[in-house]
């Protein structure tokens, strides 16, 4: 299974971006997929994860309201929509997925990884 995120970049304060993770994998739809990010000096964080069927979401707390969760299984692609950035939300972002299906937050039950898409947020 391999993923590839994509769509970081730079933005400023208040603004917007959406960030894609293409998957490869026959078993893509029944996969959870998660969104986690790691700023500089600190360990990685869980941000939002989402179940096969994306009926289930959850949220760390400093980002509900303002990111969304979403996925297309024909394309074997999720999303994280990301709204109101702040200085704070500045990160690579992984996404990840769990081929178990398992509804977790902690980074070591998700078993593959992409490589990370760097999001910058100039105050």
């Known amino acids: 299974v391999q993923l590839q995120a994509s769509g970081g970049g730079l933005v400023q304060a208040g603004g917007s971006l959406k960030l894609s993770c293409a998957t490869s994998?026959?078993?893509?739809?029944?996969?959870?997929m998660g969104w986690f990010r790691q700023a500089p000096g600190k360990e990685r964080e869980f941000v939002a994860r989402i179940n096969w069927s994306g009926a289930d979401t959850d949220y760390t707390d400093s980002v509900k309201g303002r990111f969304t969760i979403s996925r297309d299984n024909a394309k074997n692609t999720v999303y994280l929509q990301m709204n109101s950035l702040k200085p704070g939300d500045t990160a690579v972002y992984y996404c990840?997925?769990?081929?178990?299906?398992?509804?977790?937050?902690?980074?070591?039950?998700?078993?593959?990884w992409g490589q990370g898409t760097l999001v910058t947020v100039s105050s």
């Open positions: 994998g026959r078993a893509f739809n029944m996969y959870t």
């Open positions: 990840a997925a769990d081929a178990a299906g398992r509804l977790q937050t902690m980074a070591q039950y998700y078993n593959y």
